[in-house]
DNA sequence: CAGTGGTCTAGACCACCGA
DNA sequence: CGGTGGTCTAGACCACTGG
């Protein structure tokens, strides 16, 4: 076939897969224990126990100590949905990164800011804004706001040749993110600098990164919905 | 601790994480090799391989056969992105789901479509357009196109009561999808039905699903950008 | 070549569930 | 209680990488 020797484990994975993808095993129905698999494939119970644990972390089945494996109830359209360093993204896809730095400021932290990063009302925080461009075109503004006590270089740098991205990760390894992806309006500013009309819609990402007990830093990334998608895929 | 009895394979896993967080390890540096973890724990290989494996499978370093094990380049901020049933979503957060069905009807595929679907120019599509409310709120425009020989009953459901995606789950299982997620404006007609203005930013997912063979269906799934947003998390 | 990870076995003990 | 999955061991053979 496509590949001579499949591993033992694979072999297994892909019966299961395909009573599954047949119809044979719908959702809620119980698939053979380990026990039974083991004598049918021949197989050590732990080559068949990988099998299904992997199937039960891909969402699949679930699994309960003492019941059973069951088909999962919905087989959960998802993939994992990377929010990257925009230079990777752009040179990947074999295009020419440039960006143009509009801000590199301190400024004092709002409530809303002073709650997200967790640090006290006034409080400095470093502040940059700054468009990505992709081949000449704006395609992102990366609106940032920089714990001081996390990276204290951060406005010495030179954001021509190293994303705030990249400088940060080197700074304080990252422990946490949260992030948030929604449609918005850019802001007269934003338009602007991504030269687009105020009633161009925007996919706004927000995210917030942790380091240890430090919040380090909030971005706010406006993307132009014309010129950027996400897009993903999900495979059984 | 937490747990007085963590497993093996979970220590050697946190304390690899712990190296990584810590900064002790670098991104590009080279975790120790399965056999030196395996005399620091005192356990086997097989448990050693699955916590290192399972760090792989998290993303957090890469292994190759051969060289060893070294950090991840970047800690990819990424989790787990799943597009659900919106009718379990709005009752998770205990509220209401109504929904009210705008168009159900077939319609003959024009080129996008046969495209997407799998099928000839002008062959038949089932077409249903509904509004999906949130304690009476329209939160979703759900405009799908349907392949008849996957859903021959589509047209006599009650989407009422059962969801289309419900429906489409239950006649085949799904082997594949494709989605992606972009900014932009309502048409007129959806304007209307979410009861926004036409200059309302909304998220707009389209999504393809794949059953086996055949292309089932098709959506566009319109949130108006005030009232949604998918959000995240992320946690080494 | 020695060292790495990838896979596999044939046992084992345990915690849990349902009858 | 018997059956389930969760974990673990002490070996083993292999394919691959590097020097």
Chains 1, 2 share one sequence.
Not at 207 to 224: E, F, K, N
């Amino acid at each position: 076939m496509s590949t001579p020797q499949l591993p033992a484990y694979e072999q297994v994975k892909a019966f299961v897969k395909g009573q599954i993808t047949s119809g044979a095993l719908q959702a809620g129905d119980t698939v053979p224990s380990e026990a039974a698999l083991q004598q049918q494939f021949g197989v050590s119970r732990m080559t068949v126990n990988r099998a299904v644990k992997e199937l039960a972390t891909e969402g699949l089945v679930t699994r309960q100590r003492g019941s059973g494996t069951v088909v999962a109830q919905w087989h959960r359209i998802s993939s994992m949905l990377a929010v990257r360093d925009i230079h990777e993204e752009v040179l990947e896809r074999g295009h020419a990164h440039t960006s143009r730095v509009l801000r590199l400021e301190t400024v004092a932290a709002d409530a809303a800011l002073a709650q997200a990063l967790g640090v006290p009302v006034g409080a400095p925080l470093f502040h940059s804004v700054m468009v990505h461009l992709e081949n000449g075109v704006a395609i992102q503004i990366e609106d940032r706001h920089v714990n001081p006590a996390v990276a204290p270089g951060y406005l010495a740098q030179d954001f021509q040749t190293t994303t705030p991205t990249q400088y940060l990760f080197a700074c304080a390894p990252l422990t946490e993110a949260r992030y948030s992806i929604e449609a918005a309006l850019p802001s007269a500013a934003e338009a602007k600098s991504l030269d687009i009309g105020r009633s161009a819609p925007c996919l706004v990402i927000t995210r917030c990164t942790v380091s240890g007990a430090h919040v380090a830093s909030q971005a706010r990334l406006v993307y132009p919905g014309a010129r950027y998608s996400l897009s993903g895929n999900f495979q059984l």
